[in-house]
């Protein structure tokens, strides 16, 4: 009786060393969808919440209260203006053009997008490195931030759901802001083809920026995603690998491979490998039926504000790859990297 009692103190204590010690509070606010009743199969609906303009706001951690028996996927988005004024809209990134007669259609945000969140198949909470949070409010871009669940299928009449998110903040200054850049191309893949779709982009702002997480994501003919830091020297390029996956598994941010620092001149890379297995070409677009290819990378500066470039777009095949990229790349990699 008494060995037991020690082993649970002592598994309390170290439970709360392995904790760490936090020398700031945290507070969680609870960013639910208010009681809505999705009348649809495969709609996404959205709903905001406004920051406190005249405070600054760090959000360190991320604890999804949802289920994969009702949500594919839940983004959150930070932005300047949201997509709409109404509490709940219809927001999806795969729209079709009917009239929806319970909720107004608007994209997520109206002004100055940016994803800082994704959660989908059950994905564990995501906890930000020591020290780490996105700023938000009064010196962030960041004025609202709008929840976006992709449900699954119409509800039963008089049920309706709160999924959502739990977010983990604090109003104590983080040292170390996160941020996210998103890398992409547009495109057409042939029909009946394996397309490889490139994006690269040098860095020019004179900052420091640590690598923490990936996410990658496609639609259906995508078989993998994966993005690199290229560090140029006189003896050639070397590519390091970010991260790899197949964004056929669920896609939600992974942590990266290499978290070696990234400074002003290296370059961000990403490649999809999409097999287009249908029997006509398949462009880049919002719908379905169409195809895309993001490599999204998450990283915090120390002592600094994230980077202004938030996005690294390419006009994809058959105009744009790697090989004809005005950066000039030698050793370009040219295995596909099956990491998962
Ligand atoms: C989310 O949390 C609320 C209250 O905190 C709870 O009532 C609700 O059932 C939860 N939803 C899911 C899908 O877990
Ligand atoms: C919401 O309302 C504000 C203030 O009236 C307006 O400036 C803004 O354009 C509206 N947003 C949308 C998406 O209509
Ligand atoms: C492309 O898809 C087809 C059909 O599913 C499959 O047989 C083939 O192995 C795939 N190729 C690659 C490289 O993934």
Redesign the pocket.
């Known amino acids: 009786m008494e060995s037991c009692k020690f082993i649970i103190s002592l598994l309390f204590i170290i439970s709360i060393i392995g904790r760490g010690v936090r020398a700031y509070e945290i507070d969680t606010y609870e960013f639910l969808m208010p009681n809505v009743w999705p009348n649809k199969d495969e709609l996404y609906l959205c709903t905001p919440i406004r920051i406190a303009p005249k405070k600054n706001f760090y959000v360190v951690g991320f604890k999804p209260n949802a289920s994969m028996h009702t949500a594919h996927h839940m983004l959150l988005y930070g932005c300047s203006q949201p997509g709409s004024n109404d509490s709940v809209w219809s927001c999806g990134e795969m729209q079709s053009n009917e009239i929806d007669n319970k909720y107004n259609t608007a994209s997520p945000c109206k002004s100055g997008s940016q994803i800082v969140y994704a959660w989908a198949r059950d994905a564990p909470r995501l906890q930000l490195p020591p020290d780490v949070g996105f700023l938000m409010g009064n010196d962030s871009p960041i004025k609202y931030l709008v929840l976006q669940v992709h449900y699954m299928h119409k509800f039963p009449e008089g049920k309706t759901d709160n999924s959502g998110v739990f977010l983990e903040y604090t109003t104590e200054r983080m040292p170390r802001q996160a941020g996210v850049i998103l890398l992409g191309t547009s495109g057409v893949i042939p029909a009946n083809r ?1 397309e490889h779709m490139e994006t690269a982009c040098t860095i020019n702002e004179d900052k420091v920026i640590h690598p923490f997480a990936f996410r990658p994501h496609t639609h259906a003919l995508g ?1 993998e995603v994966s993005g690199f830091v290229v560090r140029r020297s006189p003896t050639g390029d070397i590519w390091q690998l970010l991260g790899s996956k197949n964004p056929q598994l669920p896609q939600m941010f992974y942590p990266v491979v290499s978290r070696t620092p990234i400074t002003k001149n290296d370059v961000l890379a990403a490649r999809c ?1 999409m ?1 287009n ?1 249908r029997s006509h070409s398949v462009n880049i677009g919002a719908t379905n039926n169409d195809e895309m290819c993001n490599f999204y990378l998450m990283y915090w500066v120390q002592d600094d504000t994230p980077l202004t470039q938030k996005y690294c777009f390419s006009p994809g095949p058959p105009y744009y790859y790697w090989s004809r990229a005005p950066q000039n790349f030698d050793r370009i990699p040219d295995r596909d990297f099956n990491v998962l």
Do not use: F
Request: proline letters at 0%; a neutral charge; charged letters at 0%.
């Open positions: 394996i078989t490998v097999n297995t």
